[in-house]
């Protein structure tokens, strides 16, 4: 059983690490553990920027988007002298184990620390991206997913009035999971994501046959990684003559108050890690298989590349 173990969040902030970092430390506290707050991630490890945390350190902080903890990118880190002066840091406070909260750059920083040092390392999988393979759930996906879909119902609105085409870009470099669930669930017409090849002409061909039989406006939600809002809005204005425009959504996606399914879900993440660091148990990283926490593979989830479920891809095409 280890006795004193620290808690991080580390790359993009993504809403319910609040939710997940309190589990954390309270669940250390109630086993009997001491626990610490790392500040600003991988980057406040090698500052020295961490102290211990009581209960009230994480009072009133499950209803906040972000991190209280904070998060930084740190080019140090990824140089095994950087990861070596982090792991210094840590035995020098007697901490003997890690939870890291955050994506796939963040968990595969913690599985060098593991390989490289013995340290046991528990990851969560934090995200608005839902793109840690293993897991079909990461925190903070849902809240971003909800907040898309709010600009889509206010977007329809004024689209539907002009009878323009509006192009929605959200987040989603490598992984089109954002844009595809806000896109079904908000009806978009077209769901443009890196997964999946599209042809721009035939959908301009498309659209100017459904505006001719009277269609009064057309959605297109388009993950970043798929191409740029702004000239595949340019491109389509071009090609049918309709009244486009564009929309960014952009970093408001990764903020707001949680919603209760990654409150819930971060808690239940939270406690499960906090368990598992303390018993000893490493290179693991908590996630959700069919609604039932899971325990995956650290390795195994940094290194495969989940892939967008083709049932949704199949319903977007269907339901267009």
């Known amino acids: 059983m280890l006795k004193s173990i ?9 809403p319910g690490m609040n939710a997940a970092a309190r589990a954390v430390v309270r669940t250390a506290l109630f086993v009997g553990a001491r626990v610490w ?18 209960s009230k350190n994480v009072g ?5 988007g972000g991190t209280f903890l904070g998060t930084a990118r740190c080019k140090r880190w990824q140089t095994p002298e950087g990861r070596m002066q982090g792991y210094k840091n840590l035995v020098d406070r007697g901490i003997q184990g890690l939870v890291v909260i955050g994506g796939d750059g963040s968990l595969r920083g913690a599985q060098l620390l593991s390989q490289e040092t013995g340290i046991p390392i528990v990851g969560l999988p934090g995200t608005i991206d839902n793109d840690v393979w293993g897991s079909d759930y990461t925190i903070g996906c849902d809240t971003a997913a909800n907040t898309i879909i709010d600009a889509i119902n206010k977007l329809r609105d004024t689209a539907s009035a002009h009878r323009r085409v509006i192009v929605l870009e959200v987040m989603g470099r490598n ?3 954002l844009a ?6 908000g009806g978009a017409e077209y769901i443009l994501v890196p997964e999946e090849e599209y042809d721009l002409d035939e959908i301009c061909t498309e659209m100017k046959i459904a505006y001719e039989a009277g269609k009064r406006y057309i959605l297109v939600v388009v993950a970043e990684g798929a ?5 595949i809005g340019k491109a389509i204005s071009e090609k049918t003559g309709l009244d486009t425009r564009v929309s960014i959504l952009g970093y408001v996606q990764r903020g707001g108050s949680p919603t209760v399914i990654d409150r ?34 650290l ?22």
């Open 227 to 231: 191409g740029s809002g702004k000239e």
């Open 37 to 54: 707050g790392i500040n600003n991630g991988y980057h406040g490890l090698l500052e020295e920027d961490m102290f211990e945390m009581q």
């Open 264 to 297: 819930v879900k971060a808690s239940q993440l939270g406690e499960k890690a906090a368990l598992a660091i303390i018993s000893g148990l490493s290179d693991i990283v908590f996630g959700f298989n069919r609604g039932n926490v899971v325990s995956i593979n």
């Open 299 to 320: 390795h195994d989830a940094v290194t495969n590349k989940k892939k967008l479920d083709p049932e949704y891809i199949h319903l977007a095409k269907v339901l267009a």
């Open 175 to 177: 992984s089109g999971w």
């Open 6 to 14: 620290a808690v991080m969040t580390s790359g993009g902030d993504s």
């Open 60 to 64: 009133d902080i499950i209803q906040r």
């Open 180 to 185: 595809m669930v806000s896109g079904i669930s």
